[in-house]
């Protein structure tokens, strides 16, 4: 199972847990339902933004988002280190962000 899958099939299991449809997250999260609808079966990934908004309104950590119950139990090491990667990422992009609206105020 791929990365993007995994992530899917939490997506959707959290999102029927908290007795939401695809129309109703959506809506909340900013996004098309057909953005959705791939991103639950895993044909597209979500940016580091919209996997801090979706845990957000899933009420669950980011790193439940990527863990498998196949995958032996991971303890709160793991989980810091995925969290960590996950905040890192993030930061990248914010400085990604900052140096094209620096770039566009230059022009």
């Known amino acids: 199972m791929t990365l993007k899958q995994i992530f899917g099939n939490n997506l959707h ?37 919209l996997i801090e908004k979706i845990a957000t309104e899933l009420n669950v950590s980011i790193s439940a988002l990527f863990y498998t119950p196949d995958e032996k139990s991971m303890d709160g090491s793991d989980l810091a280190k995925i969290d960590s990667i996950l905040e890192e990422e993030v930061i990248k992009t914010i400085g990604v962000i900052r140096n094209r609206i620096h770039a566009l105020n230059q022009n």
Not at 17 to 43: N, P
Request: proline content about 0%; hydrophobic content about 30%.
């Open 13 to 49: 299991s959290y999102r029927k847990l908290r007795g939401l449809s695809q129309e109703q997250l959506s809506e909340r999260l900013d996004i098309s339902v057909k953005h959705l609808s791939t991103m639950e079966t895993g044909k597209v990934f979500a940016s580091a933004e």
